[in-house]
């Protein structure tokens, strides 16, 4: 019985396919990226084949070329496979206790958001303390570029790939403070990256200003964002710096539950 196990196993392989994904498992370790050269070292892999491999994992969107360092690291889509492989419950389930927390030391409302293609989606939400507040069902998706959950993701992955999330799309105007030129948006990608936090000063909705922070997993990459809303009198302009250091505090805290090694910041 043993030796007709083996047998249906070996003709059932399919190398190639086996080839991709012992590539892909590669580069889920190497966040920086491998050039193919180094892919074939490392994994022994016929140069003619490894070259077939990688090119349709791209020309699929699983895997991303930069054509200046010709690193090859795994693409967003890829990566939000990953998140939905997670899933959405067990980014909520390490989340939940540090939300409260926000909520406990700011009063406000608290979200945790993804990013999924090319909208973002609320998973969770923790109300305000106060009478006041904006309630948000889960599940309630938003733009990318009005919101500080798309900010706060597209601000830290690479940038041709968030150029590939905004590609062919309009952004639209909803409030006077809407940013609506692709430049803008990108010269604000930047502040964000470096502050570390990002702000939603009535974009999205007039009257409603957001701050957050950005949730990395143990690769260094994006997954989520976690982020305040409340009402412009309750969360002034002048007070974005100050919690949105507060909030970059607790995503931090989020961020080394699921593996992310605050040194390599």
């Known amino acids: 019985m043993k030796k007709e196990k083996v047998e249906l196993k070996s003709t059932y392989n399919v190398p190639n396919l086996e080839r991709g994904l012992s590539i892909i498992e590669l580069l889920a370790t190497q966040p920086k990226g491998l050039t193919l050269a180094e892919i074939i070292e490392k994994l022994s892999i016929a140069k003619s084949s490894a070259f077939r491999i990688v090119s349709t994992l791209i020309f699929k969107n699983y895997l991303q070329k930069n054509e200046t360092t010709k690193k090859i690291t795994l693409s967003r889509k890829m990566l939000t496979l990953g998140i939905s492989s997670m899933n959405e419950q067990s980014l909520v389930e ?3 206790d ?3 927390a926000v909520r406990d030391e700011l009063k406000e409302s608290v979200m945790l958001g993804v990013l999924l293609g090319s909208t973002g989606t609320i998973l969770e939400q923790v109300p305000s303390s106060y009478p006041v507040k904006l309630f948000v069902e889960p599940g309630t998706q938003f733009d990318l570029h009005s919101s500080v959950g798309g ?3 597209l ?5 041709e790939e968030a150029d590939e999330a905004l590609r062919g799309k309009t952004l639209t105007k909803y409030t006077e403070n809407t940013i609506t030129s692709k430049k803008e948006f990108k010269a604000v990608l930047k502040e964000v990256k470096s502050k570390g936090y990002a702000v939603d000063n009535s974009e999205d909705i007039q009257g409603i200003n957001c701050v957050g922070a950005p949730i990395f997993n143990e690769h260094g990459y994006p997954v989520a964002a976690l982020w305040i809303t409340a009402p412009y009198g309750r969360l002034p302009a002048s007070q974005f710096e ?3 250091k507060i909030i970059q505090k607790y995503a931090m805290k989020i961020s080394a539950k699921l593996g992310y090694l605050t040194q390599s910041l």
């Open 155 to 159: 601000a830290n992955i690479p940038s």
């Open 151 to 153: 900010k706060c993701v």
């Open 94 to 96: 390490h989340s939940i």
């Open 98 to 100: 540090v939300m409260r």
């Open 242 to 244: 100050s919690k949105g």
